[in-house]
């Protein structure tokens, strides 16, 4: 492999000197010399990446063996620290392309600790065929990237309603700095790369467009990274497609289908699958548009058999030209509605994530009723959201509200996603499950959630009530000028809360089993056209009641000193439960060193503590450096 990429290395480069320069001295030749415009079908992209980091703790979790100071280079979420994206045309219309990504992750001179070139997503073989009936596209080989529809096939997205303080690899370079914070305070969308919203399948795929009656199909055939056996070798197949009639510019239907199934007996044929069927409906009028799926479901294994259940997701938004948009959005995903590749999270069958050693804790972790933000449907949940973003002059606002239930009963315990902290964290135990000084922490990729457990329980460990959820989101967006340069504010608050009965409102109070408040600003400033910098605060308070775990601290604390000092009885409680408080302060430099060449600069602060758990405490900072180099 190091020397097939060597050759291939010499074999850019040699073209690419030769595409830009003549060489003066010719080589001896007794023939005559000729010349013409070099041609080639086959090209060359990518990136170079360098990333370095440094976490220093003055407070750590009693297991982590005592370090306290970590010095590395190199991306811990596999990410390529290099990539070359070949891709080429034949003579026969047929096209292909490969993918090498050398990922220099470094963390001392053992060679365990190293990883050589490897090909990062295979080889990728396509070809379009243009008939009279349609144009018909193939693609097969390595991994690529997929997306059908919110219920069969589609990576998880939201209203991008986030902090943009870090920033993620596959984030494209913009032509200046200070571009990145401006596309975000205009649309709210931060480019994320091919994979923000679709799955990665390796397979065969087929795509027809342009078919006779308008209409269009497409479908993938192969496996998913989330779908995977107990044993690493057993059989596992995803296979979905969809079937679109444009009936005019402002009415599309479609009917999916998609069929998963996994062995989980190498000596026997058991197996545990699932299939399901939608319907999907996108209708525009003059200031509304109507988008709608509806579903069937069947979950099996050898164990559980669920039968059918339905799903339903459907969003009303009106025009941007009106002077308040709205965005309802009501779904309903019954908890035999199972997909590990959908755009919800599963919250009902927990066996349908196999902890596959080095595989299964990587890629999608079951979560136990989590409290998620607005616009993360989760199954065995009902609800219905609204949201609205309006302009006051330089001043952008947007936000939401949104109630959800629980169809039926479910395991006796709670998730919570940090917004504060959440990659700080993961970073420190990358891919694991279960960890920390009360095995309450999970991490995701560049994420952190938490248990709970709930002690209201059935003698069959469910939980003995059904939980209802609340979400409140607020974001405000500003922009102005200091001495000629932009800068940039942006404000997020997150409230999120369960509880045992339906509210219209989040609760902050004993009467939430959990309630999570959080607070994120951002501030970035053009220093000039080749630089920009970026500051962020945020702070996070968590509170559980008597229904959650307990502490070991022997005395309770109050849930607000501040109030507490000022006497103000009514605003803070004393609580033996969790009283979890995060908090983060960082800066930041974006420097443009070249055309396609960036310098990222983070530095942050950060604290993680309880005064009721007592060994949950966390304290340090931390560094990064990446130079991005586009090719």
Request: hydrophobic share 35%; proline share 3%.
């Amino acid at each position: 492999m190091r020397g097939s990429f060597l050759i291939v290395f010499f074999i850019w480069a040699g073209s690419s000197f030769s595409q830009d320069t003549i060489i003066n001295q010719k080589p001896f030749s007794s023939n005559i010399l000729s010349f013409k415009n070099p041609t080639t079908s086959i090209s060359f992209s990518g990136y170079y990446r360098f990333l370095g980091f440094v976490r220093n703790q003055q407070e750590t979790f009693p297991n982590n063996s005592g370090k306290t100071v970590v010095i590395s280079s190199g991306d811990p979420y596999r990410e390529p620290m290099f990539l070359l994206k070949l891709n080429g045309k034949t003579r026969d219309n047929i096209m292909f392309g490969a993918d090498l990504m050398l990922n220099s992750l470094y963390k001392g001179p053992s060679a365990e600790f190293t990883q050589a070139l490897t090909l990062n997503l295979g080889l990728n073989l396509s070809t379009s065929i243009a008939t009279n009936h349609g144009i018909f596209n193939f693609k097969a080989g390595g991994v690529s990237w997929y997306r059908q529809s919110r219920l069969t096939i589609w990576g998880n997205r939201s209203f991008n309603r986030i902090s943009i303080f870090e920033r993620r690899p596959q984030t494209p370079l913009n032509k200046i700095p200070i571009n990145r914070y401006s596309r975000y305070y205009k649309s709210g969308l931060v480019d994320q790369g091919i994979r923000y919203g679709s799955r990665a399948f390796q397979g065969i795929f087929l795509k027809g467009s342009k078919l006779p009656f308008n209409f269009s199909v497409k479908g993938v055939i192969g496996k998913s990274n989330f779908n995977r056996s107990i044993l690493e070798n057993s059989d596992n197949f995803t296979g979905s497609f969809q079937i679109k009639n444009t009936l005019s510019d402002k009415f599309k239907i479609a009917y999916n289908y998609l069929s998963s199934w996994a062995a989980i007996d190498s000596l026997s044929d058991q197996r545990r699958s699932y299939s399901i069927h939608t319907f999907e409906l996108d209708k525009k009028w003059n200031k509304i548009q109507v988008q709608m799926e509806l579903g069937i479901g069947n979950y099996r294994s050898p164990t559980r058999k669920l039968g059918y259940g339905e799903a339903i997701l459907l969003n009303i938004k009106t025009a941007k030209l009106t002077k308040i948009p709205l965005n309802f959005q009501l779904y309903r995903i019954s908890p035999q509605f199972v997909n590990v590749t959908g755009n919800f999270l599963n919250t009902s069958v927990l066996d349908v994530f196999p902890n596959v050693e080095g595989i299964g804790v990587t890629v999608k972790t079951p979560y136990q009723s989590p409290m998620v933000g607005l616009g993360f449907p989760v199954n065995n949940r009902q609800g219905i959201s609204i949201n609205t973003d309006f302009n006051l002059g330089k001043l952008k606002l947007n936000g939401g509200i949104g109630v959800f239930a629980e169809i039926d009963t479910s395991y006796a315990a709670l998730s919570y996603i940090h917004n504060v902290n959440s990659q700080t964290l993961s970073r420190i135990y990358v891919f694991a499950q279960n960890w920390g000084p009360y095995n309450a922490l999970n991490s995701t990729y560049r994420g952190l959630f938490e248990n709970v457990n709930i002690s209201d329980t059935t003698s069959s460990g469910l939980a003995n009530f059904k939980k209802f959820f609340n979400t409140m989101e607020f974001q405000a967006k500003y922009n102005n000028k200091i001495l000629g340069k932009n800068y940039y504010i942006f404000s997020l608050t997150r409230l999120n809360t369960c509880q045992k009965n339906l509210k219209v409102l989040p609760q902050i109070g004993k009467q939430a089993l959990i309630s999570q408040l959080s607070e994120e600003i951002d501030f970035s400033i053009e220093l000039s056209k080749k630089s920009a910098l970026v500051l962020s605060y945020g702070i996070e308070k968590i509170l559980g009641n008597a229904s959650t775990d307990i502490g070991d601290s022997p005395e309770a604390t109050t849930t607000n000193t501040f109030f507490e000092l000022l006497g103000l009885e009514n605003l803070y409680r004393y609580t033996n439960y969790r009283n979890q408080k995060n908090t983060l302060l960082g800066f930041g430099l974006d420097y443009k060193i070249g055309q396609n060449a960036m310098l990222f600069y983070r530095y942050n602060q950060y604290r993680y503590f309880d005064p009721n758990f007592i060994e949950n405490h966390l304290k340090g900072w931390e560094m990064t450096l990446e130079l991005k180099i586009n090719f």
